[in-house]
């Protein structure tokens, strides 16, 4: 085979190559794009789902504030209060605080759900539940938030 011959087959190789990373690169981001929106979708329900829960904590617990959460932590909401406790030496603060949310979409295309519980100054429980965003079963993030609730419910009401 002459030079010229072998120059066009690798052009033409080269040109299959380009070809075939552009493809792949449109895939990609197309299938970024569709992670992205399940992720946002996800984020959405979930997070409606944290706001009625711990909405019910601050009816059933005088004192509790709700507030809800939207930023660089993730979309969710907090319960939290302060009791003071007079001794007769001394005054006391009690903190607690039920802090839920669905964090940001990173890198790894997870969904992730994140909890911190805090009854008088002590924490409870720091947890985090999560799976990939193409494998998620909504079920389980719904369970999830309603189990942490109660279970925060349950022990915020045997220390008082």
Known sequence: MDFEKRLEKAIERGRRVGTARQ??????????????????????????????????????????????????????AVVSRDDLRIEPSRRATRFSRLEMVVRPLAESYVLELAAKGTIHNKEVYNRSHYQRLAEVDLTSFTEMIDNWTLEYAELFAAKN
């Open 23 to 76: 493809r792949a690169d449109r895939d990609r981001a197309i299938n970024e794009q569709e992670l992205q929106r399940l992720h946002s979708q996800y984020r959405l329900e979930l997070s409606e789902r944290i706001e009625r829960c711990l909405q019910q904590v601050a009816d059933r617990f005088p004192g509790f504030q709700f507030q809800t959460i939207v930023g660089e932590r993730g979309w969710g």
